[in-house]
């Protein structure tokens, strides 16, 4: 359902209840709803606060429904796991633990203290703290098997993760193995499970050196996904029309690609290569279209935190195309990539703020609009919660599927409405955004430039646009540079001091001086004089006015040094794209 309707009409019941003074326990389904309502708009604070609210009643709950306690707490641990709360959530699991020994009922509890274990299993993982996990993770199947006497494809699943995350790729194999084989046993199994459970063994085939078996599974994988790779996947309606494309599909594209890259420093073919690339390419337009599709702002973080595992091998790739011809469309792409990987939610959510607020589109209809990808997105959960379980109704499913395709096809009706009543409106929520750099290059003055800072696994990149040109350099070794900037930014608090010595005056220049010849190399600032900084990581911290154009040697007061701000302008911009927005609202 629509999640805001949802969190309106659960209110106004719980606000009733408590108006006739009902105790809690009679309307616990409806307190459930209201958090996970919260939960999945991306509500996480409200749903926290909520769940803590009933979690402090704890004292009002009979024997008889003592179960609720536990439960409560895994919610809570959720919440605070998606908050990153971690060692929260891990003492609302171990309170969530005790609790449910004196449930008396045993079916409720085995069933809480599965999940118990299992979302112990995965907070310990998101944590880094793999033994821990790997050790829940055979807690919970023991009570899987306690439960139904055998595993299923889920539980090996979990398991197989784990050891991949914590790069034991001979176990993760053994686990994924066992995975595809439940799987593929069944009569009617899942070809989009298949292909997730196929892709990640090709992966683990693949970091094990065993390119043969990465193949044959890259193959299954790609058979059962059906994206083909000729597919240009370049606006939401070619996504739309793929079956069920999920964070999954993602993944598994990604790792198509890493295959195909693998294949091309092995043969030195270039086709392989060429197929990497469109493989990422797939993957990272399809983030963008899952960026529009999904409700919850915790699911498209868990989008973007899965694409950067993949963000370094992909502008690698590209940045040995650039260099080779240093051609202006594959710059674009480039850019596209930094501008896309820069916090892509926020920028997705000032867009499309801004957008509403010049479309003058009514609010009935925005309403409808997010009312179809609430109602999909939910059936989307129920059909995959369903699929997971020990018994499942073909019919339930079956039904849920059509009652999703029916969706889709009200939906793309709805949107064709949209292009033909309010067309500036659709055109831009509903094609997949592309960076105009003629734009960009336009609003710059010729003594402008555009300083594009980003970073892979190790190295700080820039990618430098000025009215005229275009190029990428590499600024220095990350780890390096971030402790340069970190001992930078403690001399800086010592300058505000009234008394310093010669050895502190001496330390600043050297190190504001050092980074000044690293970020900011004479071809990004000889003849310009407006510089436009889009930072990364802690380089968002430092003001680039106080570098030293200079060494200053024999200068000994602060006073006299040549810092930038003295011949350059500075100004800050979060992204490429986002500054060009801000000067077409100004103009």
């Keep these: 359902s629509n999640y805001l309707k949802a969190i309106e009409y659960q209110e106004k019941a719980i606000r009733g209840f408590k108006s006739l003074n009902i105790s809690f326990i009679n309307y616990y389904n409806n307190i459930f ?11 996480m604070d409200l749903a926290l606060s909520t769940c803590k609210t009933y979690v402090s009643l704890f004292d009002s709950i009979p024997e008889h429904s003592n179960w609720m306690k536990s439960d409560l707490l895994n919610h809570l641990a959720i919440y605070q796991r998606e908050n990153e709360q971690f060692e929260e959530a891990i003492h609302s699991l171990n309170q969530a633990r005790k609790l449910s020994k004196e449930i008396s009922d045993q079916g409720f509890r085995n069933s809480i203290e599965f999940t118990t274990l299992q979302s112990m299993a995965l907070t310990y993982r998101k944590m880094g703290q793999y033994e821990k996990s790997i050790a829940f993770c055979e807690l919970a199947n023991t009570k899987q098997l306690q439960i139904s006497n055998k595993l299923f494809a889920h539980n090996y699943m979990n398991l197989g993760q784990t ?36 892709v990640r063994l090709a992966y683990c085939y693949l970091k094990n050196d065993q390119l043969d078996s990465a193949l044959v599974h890259y193959k299954e994988a790609e058979k059962y996904l059906d994206i083909n790779l000729d597919l240009p996947l370049k606006s939401i309606d070619e996504y739309s029309e793929l079956n069920s494309f999920n964070l999954n599909s993602i993944l598994a594209l990604s790792w198509f690609a890493e295959i195909e890259n693998h294949q091309a420093k092995s043969s030195n073919n270039p086709e392989f290569k060429e197929r990497a690339l469109r493989r990422y390419q797939q993957a990272f337009n399809g983030s963008k279209y899952l960026q529009k599709e999904l409700i919850s702002k915790s699911s498209k973080y868990l989008l973007n935190k899965n694409l950067q595992e993949n963000f370094s091998n992909y502008f690698h790739l590209l940045l040995e195309k650039y260099e080779h011809d240093s051609s202006q469309e594959n710059f ?56 997971v379980q020990s018994k499942k109704d073909s019919s339930t499913i079956e039904q849920w599927e059509n009652k999703i395709t029916e969706l889709r096809r009200d939906y793309a009706s709805f949107q064709k409405t949209l292009e033909q009543e309010y067309p500036n409106y659709y055109s831009q929520k509903y094609e997949l955004r592309k960076i105009n750099l003629e734009s960009i290059q336009e609003k710059l003055n010729l003594k402008d430039v555009i300083l594009n800072y980003f970073t892979t696994e190790d190295t700080v990149y820039c990618l430098l646009l000025s009215k005229n040109k275009h190029s990428v350099f590499k600024v220095g070794e990350k780890n390096k540079l971030l402790k340069d900037v970190e001992a930078y930014l403690e001399a800086l608090k010592l300058t505000r001091q009234k008394a310093t010595n010669a050895d502190q005056l001496r330390a600043f220049k050297e190190l ?22 889009s930072p990364t990581t802690k380089l968002h911290y430092l003001p680039f006015e106080t570098l030293l154009e200079n060494p200053d040697e024999g200068k000994s007061n602060y006073k006299e040094l040549s810092y930038l701000i003295r011949s350059k302008s500075i100004e800050y911009a979060f992204s490429s794209d986002l500054w060009l927005e801000s000067k077409s609202a100004n103009a």
């Design 512 to 533: 504001s001086h050092r980074l000044y010849l690293q970020l900011l190399p004479q071809e990004t600032t000889k003849g310009n004089k407006r510089l436009i900084i």
């Design 332 to 387: 674009q792409t480039i850019i596209q990539l930094i501008e896309d990987n820069k916090a892509i939610t926020l920028k997705e959510d000032i867009h499309d703020k801004t957008l509403l607020a010049k479309s003058k589109v009514p609010e009935a209809v925005i309403q409808k609009e997010e009312s179809y990808l609430s109602n999909i997105n939910t059936l989307k959960i129920k059909l995959h919660k369903h699929q």
């Design 33 to 43: 709803t209201l958090m996970d309502s919260y939960y999945l708009k991306g509500e």
């Design 163 to 198: 050891y991949r995350e914590n790069k034991e790729y001979q176990k993760a194999l053994e686990q994924y193995k066992l995975a595809v084989d439940m799987h593929s046993s069944k009569k009617n199994f899942s070809p989009k499970f298949m292909s997730s459970y196929s």
